[in-house]
Nanobody, 123 residues
Framework: QVQLVESGGGLVQAGGSLRLSCAAS????????MGWFRQAPGKEREFVAT????????YYSASAKGRFTISRENAKNTLYLHMNSLKPEDTAVYYC????????????????WGRGTQVTVSS
């Protein structure tokens, strides 16, 4: 079992930045592909970014690429999402996820999920 707890969400103006964190406990963090997803009101949950076990390879959605950076510190069992140039359309609940299959997890089929943290971007 892996427990995931997100933090760092909040209210920010358009153009601002936020850093989300995801603290993991339980089984070895470094053995999981880690990712961020988000769900806006009335919409389905969507992929934002994932990173491989060492953090050496990252994948981003088209909307996140160039503005968001995913990273991980395996020694601290923590995943991050640095978000810059935020837009009102980035408003959503952001979820951290862990998976054993990177391809599946990028499609939303991950093994463990956090409860999410709200990000609200005002115009």
């Amino acid at each position: 079992q892996v427990q995931l707890v997100e933090s760092g969400g909040g209210l920010v103006q358009a153009g601002g930045s936020l850093r989300l964190s995801c603290a993991a406990s339980g089984r070895s963090f470094s053995t999981y592909v880690m990712g961020w997803f988000r769900q806006a009101p009335g919409k389905e949950r969507e992929f934002v970014a994932t990173t491989t076990l060492s953090g050496g390879v990252t994948y981003y959605s088209a909307s996140a690429k160039g503005r968001f950076t995913i990273s991980r510190e395996n020694a601290k069992n923590t995943l991050y999402l640095h978000m810059n140039s935020l837009k009102p359309e980035d408003t959503a609940v952001y979820y951290c996820a862990a998976g054993t299959d990177g391809n599946a997890c990028r499609r939303g089929v991950c093994d463990y999920w956090g409860r999410g943290t709200q990000v609200t971007v005002s115009s």
